[in-house]
């Protein structure tokens, strides 16, 4: 992969999700942050394509569904729900969504542009991917449909909220420890530049890299065992007709098996990263969040080490894996296959 093709690909790199029976997509250059659904605020005067509001990072933002713009049925809501945060140059705003599926690039030939739309028109493209169509969110149209108040069916949003006791427990406590970390100063933040990082599970401990190394996210892949190969080469998997080595990267820092963590049944998480125009599947326990950190919070850590940083957030201690180093490790050889 030559420099201007990799500039391209992260260009076109997209984060995925399901919703009802369909899938859309945004561009993660847009996205700020996931997080499970927390408690939100619906005060009575909201329109009512607006399902609440949140306080993020000192802002109090608009949260929505995409299916009242879209004139489809809206399914009633459970603290399983995933929110998305995604910013334009003007607006922050969050987008509620069932799952995450992934993040991976969208290869500009697999797009379909719709003709006849306009600014009112949140979906202006579609993905072909195997057999499924995902849906590309155009996110500025959607500022603009926000700012100028439409209204869609009459629907009393807060019937849509579980309330049951458990996730009633569970939505609050997620928004307050939200609170908690907009309780920070917003202006101390923005004064250092900022990394944007996807974060995951070895084990009970929280790592992260740095998403202009990774390729894609996947949350489940088919992955087959090479005999003779290192205990910490999991195996081949195929990606779009490419075969990837799969690194178990517990293994690989020798880190020890922790039989209390828990992990999706049968799962096999992995994160596709690329570094020199070479690509090496990371095998992890869970995928967490994508998010951003600004690097005043980053202690940097020696350059030969498997670790290139640590910091703390929400109270957690995060590590950020040093790509490079694990590449160019003498144990490996990365090669196309």
Partial sequence: MNELNYIEQKKNTHLYFILGNNKYAVNTANVLEIMKLPELDYPQKLPNNIVGLLKYNNFVINVIDIRFYLNINVDKYSANNELLIVKTDETILGIITEKIIGIMPFESSNI??????????????????????????????????????????????????????????IMKKRMQEMAEKSSLSLVKEELHAKRKLISFNLNNDFYCIPLDSVKEVLKDTSI??????????????????????????????????????????????????????????????????????????????????????????????????????????????????
């Fill in 224 to 337: 087959t065992y090479v005999p003779g190969t290192p205990n910490f080469i999991e195996g081949i998997m195929n990606l779009r007709g490419d075969y990837i080595t799969v690194l178990n990267l517990k293994k690989f820092l020798n880190l020890n098996n922790d039989a209390s963590v828990k992990t999706d049944s049968g799962k096999t998480p992995v994160i596709i990263v690329n570094h020199n125009d070479m690509d090496l599947a990371f095998l992890i326990d869970r995928i967490n969040e994508l998010f951003d950190v600004s690097e005043d919070k980053i202690k940097e850590s020696p350059n030969e080490s498997y670790y290139t940083a640590e910091f703390i957030n929400h109270e957690t201690l995060y590590t950020i894996i040093n790509v490079e180093k694990i590449f160019t490790d003498k144990k490996i050889i990365v090669a196309d296959m």
């Fill in 112 to 169: 379909d542009t719709i003709p006849f739309v306009d600014n009112k028109t949140i979906i202006d493209s579609i993905y072909k991917h195997k057999q499924d169509t995902i849906f590309i969110i155009n996110i500025y149209s959607l500022e603009n449909l926000l700012k100028s108040n439409i209204q869609t069916a009459e629907t009393d949003i807060t019937s849509l909220f579980p309330k049951d006791a458990n996730s009633v427990s």
